[in-house]
């Protein structure tokens, strides 16, 4: 009788936890919610912020921590209580520096616990004007013949335009020459400038200067035709089967965020998403919303990691 009743007492404990832990998530949020933002546009997390306090009667605070590249955001928000009450809006700019820095002491997939992918968003391949080439075909044959006399820009070595432009040389065989910037904005003033002729920029930065037609854009690099330009080809259907490059964004929690908060988190947010207006709002900035479970994001996180991971090893790209 004694051995039974031992043996209940933890067993009781841990399903009166799990009852309050699920009270809990039936009251949340009791306060204001922060997101953390690394680099990257604070649009989703602003957008969706203000319709979920609209709902919950809670502020959604945005915080931008933007510089190390996203290794102060990060870290702010893995040290964050794991309660539901901090977030942080993840990208590709972590899955990449899981390989470019591999001594970083946080990682997503060990530090922290998914919620839900919230969009994603593809790359334009953008030319100055000045450059004859008006089809991916055409650029190549260009670079072939002028090896090593055509520049593209980029936000900085090892992010995801830089990385879209190694690709494209590897797969392409050119040689085709990286100049570096500290931001997408420069990297893209400079090519307005002439002083580079390629780039490969984050929809919602190209968007505008494609559709104003100070620039041409001559493909996407997503793997389908993107609903931000469906008049755009992809790079793959032109010439270069398998050729992908996307950016994203979602939510993660610092790890050991309960389940039934996780739980909650994720169905409040892509009930969100999947608004009308929230949809198009996104669409018309250059994202495209891909709500999904944890599970799924968890999954999409580590094919991600796994995708920049070979990507860097094969160009030899190291972290400057």
Same mark, same amino acid.
């Given at each position: 009788?004694?051995?039974?009743?031992?043996?209940?007492?933890?067993?009781?404990?841990?399903?009166?936890?799990?009852?309050?832990?699920?009270?809990?998530?039936? *009251?949340?949020?009791?306060?204001?919610?922060?997101?953390?933002?690394?680099?990257?546009?604070?649009?989703?997390?602003?957008?969706?912020?203000?319709?979920?306090?609209? !709902?919950?009667?809670?502020?959604?605070?945005?915080?931008?921590?933007? %510089?190390?590249?996203? !290794?102060?955001?990060? +870290?702010?928000?893995?040290?964050?209580?794991?309660?539901?009450?901090?977030?942080?809006?993840? =990208?590709?700019?972590?899955?990449?520096?899981?390989?470019?820095?591999? %001594?970083?002491?946080?990682?997503?997939?060990?530090?922290?616990?998914?919620?839900?992918?919230?969009?994603?968003?593809?790359?334009?391949?953008?030319?100055? &004007?000045?450059?004859?080439?008006?089809?991916?075909?055409?650029?190549?044959?260009?670079?072939? +013949?002028?090896?090593?006399?055509?520049?593209?820009?980029?936000?900085?070595? %090892?992010? &995801? $335009?830089?990385?879209?432009?190694?690709?494209?040389?590897?797969?392409?065989?050119? #040689?085709?020459?990286?100049?570096?910037?500290?931001?997408?904005?420069?990297?893209?003033?400079?090519?307005?400038?002439?002083?580079?002729?390629?780039?490969?920029?984050?929809?919602? =930065?190209?968007?505008?200067?494609?559709?104003?037609?100070?620039?041409?854009?001559?493909?996407? *690099?997503?793997?389908?035709?993107?609903?931000? !330009?469906?008049?755009? $080809?992809?790079?793959?259907?032109? %010439?270069?089967?398998?050729?992908?490059?996307?950016?994203? #964004?979602?939510?993660?929690?610092?790890?050991?965020?309960?389940?039934?908060?996780?739980?909650?988190?994720?169905?409040?947010?892509?009930?969100?998403?999947?608004? &009308?207006?929230?949809?198009?709002?996104?669409?018309?900035?250059?994202?495209?919303?891909?709500?999904?479970?944890?599970?799924?994001?968890? #999954?999409?996180?580590? =094919?991600?990691?796994?995708?920049?991971?070979?990507?860097?090893?094969?160009?030899?790209?190291?972290?400057?």
């Amino acid at each position: 009788m004694t051995f039974i009743s031992r043996l209940a007492i933890p067993a009781c404990a841990a399903l009166a936890a799990g009852f309050m832990t699920a009270a809990l998530a039936e *009251t949340f949020p009791a306060r204001p919610v922060r997101v953390v933002v690394g680099p990257g546009s604070d649009f989703p997390p602003r957008l969706i912020g203000q319709k979920l306090a609209d !709902a919950w009667g809670q502020q959604v605070i945005v915080d931008q921590r933007p %510089g190390g590249g996203g !290794a102060i955001a990060i +870290e702010i928000a893995a040290k964050g209580s794991p309660d539901g009450y901090t977030w942080f809006l993840s =990208t590709a700019v972590y899955t990449i520096n899981a390989s470019l820095h591999p %001594g970083w002491p946080y990682s997503l997939v060990r530090d922290f616990a998914p919620v839900t992918l919230l969009a994603t968003a593809t790359f334009y391949l953008l030319l100055h &004007p000045s450059v004859p080439a008006q089809s991916v075909s055409e650029l190549i044959q260009l670079a072939r +013949e002028k090896p090593g006399q055509l520049n593209y820009s980029s936000a900085g070595p %090892g992010t &995801p $335009p830089h990385l879209a432009g190694e690709m494209f040389k590897s797969m392409a065989r050119v #040689n085709i020459v990286h100049v570096p910037y500290k931001s997408a904005a420069a990297s893209i003033t400079d090519l307005l400038g002439a002083h580079v002729q390629i780039s490969f920029q984050y929809a919602p =930065t190209a968007l505008p200067h494609y559709r104003s037609g100070k620039l041409r854009a001559l493909a996407v *690099t997503s793997a389908k035709r993107s609903a931000t !330009a469906p008049e755009l $080809p992809t790079i793959a259907e032109s %010439g270069l089967p398998g050729y992908e490059v996307i950016g994203w #964004n979602g939510v993660h929690v610092p790890a050991g965020t309960p389940k039934p908060i996780v739980a909650k988190l994720s169905k409040d947010i892509v009930a969100t998403l999947a608004l &009308p207006d929230v949809r198009e709002r996104m669409l018309n900035v250059g994202l495209e919303v891909a709500a999904n479970t944890p599970e799924q994001f968890a #999954n999409f996180v580590k =094919t991600d990691v796994a995708h920049w991971a070979g990507l860097i090893k094969q160009a030899g790209i190291r972290a400057e």
